[in-house]
């Protein structure tokens, strides 16, 4: 009993301790990330009297052809209306209220501090915002009222459909070949916000209408980008702070500055970007299955090579080669199994080490009877892997790697000579080398 504790002591005490990985089958989606501007078809609508405005339609909704869209009050007299009678106004119900939580919901999501500018402007557009519900539920409850009191105020009305914008900010009308570096600068980018109660003259801007569900990102673009999607006519693009992920048409055009830009082109969520002018978004470029495994337990190993050709097999059908053996009588041939790692269309691959049958300089022949054809073992070509640690020692076992992100790779499922599901493979290669025992 004594001599087992002893023997249990220091087996433990001399176990190597390996951190390892069990192999799982996974995907990994490859994102590029950009920031872009919003180009689309903008009419801007200029005021047609002095006085205080008011607007009927809600930033980012719909007005059809004939519709009213705001009023004008030249004498003040609705002002003055407005202030007496705030407390029979329902500024914001549920509904608008989780508009309001949606925009702030995605201005935090694209919050940097790097663009700490953007905050005034979120807050900004959220002060619009509230005034506006304010103003559309005056005239859509209180209208008779204030007529009837005498207050008159001058109606406009659309004469085209579209999605009603409150905001101008000098991008309006900017095309693919008027694309520059200045334009993507958002630290000199400078929006007007449109908003009920100011005080606008004839021949202002008095609201921005969008024409089109047609819309396009454009986005300056490095060599690299050129050479990856240069021969793309489609890109798979993720918004990550809306939620969602889409097809768009893509083309590479040369911007006013000379410098080339992607141009993304998309036919529906312009809705969804009423308020934006620069985005975020991301270029899907793999989404890729296999076996995933992360990136410290890749490692590489020289292994000898033979050509294809030599490889043979026996009557029971193992593999091998025929060695050659040189006596006192001539040269003959002898049948070995080594371990091969890995063949491609070329060469297989062997450990030439003290276990392996065959060692670097011998030869190997195309049969027995042909020992003229033959091939001396010596170039080397590395190989990608893994150890293998299931038998309690390390098995170099190749992989050939689909794609790698975010410290993790997908290598091919199912490859010959390479990893299984479930495999428990060293998590640092570092730390151990081939054929090292574990657990002893």
């Known amino acids: 009993m004594a001599a087992y504790f002893v023997f249990t002591f220091f087996s433990i005490r001399n176990r190597v301790q390996v951190n390892f990985y069990e192999v799982e089958e996974g995907s990994l989606v490859k994102e590029h990330t950009y920031t872009g ?19 009927y339609v809600a930033d980012g909704r719909k007005v059809a052809n004939g519709n009213p869209v705001y009023s004008i009050d030249e004498t003040g007299d609705l002002m003055n209306y407005i202030q007496t009678h705030a407390s029979e106004i329902e500024v914001l119900n549920s509904s608008k209220i989780a508009d309001i939580r949606m925009e702030m919901l995605h201005d935090s ?52 459909t579209g999605t009603v914008c409150s905001y101008t900010d000098g991008y309006e009308g900017i095309t693919d070949t008027d694309l520059g570096s200045s334009l993507f600068n958002q630290s000199s980018y400078d929006r007007k916000i449109l908003k009920s109660g100011d005080i606008v003259t ?64 998309l036919d ?24 995933k495994i992360p990136d410290k337990s890749i490692t590489t190993k020289n292994f000898s090579i033979i050509p294809i050709r030599y490889l043979t097999a026996d009557e029971n ?94 290598v091919r499922k199912n490859s010959s000579y390479g990893l299984q599901v479930y495999d428990h493979i060293v998590l640092d290669t570092e730390t151990v080398h081939d054929g090292q025992l574990l657990y002893r």
């Open 37 to 55: 501007i919003i180009l689309r078809d903008e009419q801007i609508v200029e005021a047609a009297d002095n006085g205080y405005i008011y607007y």
């Open 109 to 160: 999501r694209s919050f940097s501090n790097r663009d700490f500018k953007t905050l005034y402007q979120t807050k900004d557009t959220l002060d619009a915002h509230v005034i506006e519900y304010a103003s559309v539920n005056i005239f859509s409850t209180l209208s008779d009222e204030m007529r009837a009191d005498g207050i008159r105020f001058k109606e406009y009305y659309s004469d085209m």
């Open 202 to 265: 004839a021949g202002d801007p008095a609201y921005k209408l969008i024409t089109s569900e047609n819309w396009k990102i454009a986005f300056p673009l490095e060599k690299e980008d050129v050479q990856e999607f240069g021969d793309k006519d489609s890109l798979r693009i993720s918004f990550s702070d809306k939620g969602f992920s889409t097809q768009a048409w893509f083309k590479i055009v040369s911007g006013a500055d000379g410098n080339q830009y992607g141009i993304l082109s």
């Open 268 to 291: 529906s969520y312009q809705i969804q970007f009423t308020s934006d002018r620069f985005v975020k978004f991301e270029i899907v470029t793999n989404d890729v299955s296999g076996l």
């Open 317 to 410: 059908g193992n593999q091998g080669f025929f060695k050659a053996v040189v006596g006192e009588t001539g040269t003959s041939t002898q049948f070995v199994i080594p371990d091969i790692y890995n063949t491609d269309e070329e060469y297989c691959y062997v450990d030439c080490n003290e276990q392996c049958p065959l060692q670097t300089g011998d030869f190997v022949c195309a049969s027995p009877s042909d020992t003229e054809d033959r091939y001396q073992i010596g170039p080397l070509k590395e190989l990608k892997g893994a150890y293998n640690i299931n038998k309690g020692y390390t098995v170099f076992k190749k992989v050939e790697i689909l794609e790698s992100a975010n410290g993790y790779s997908i």
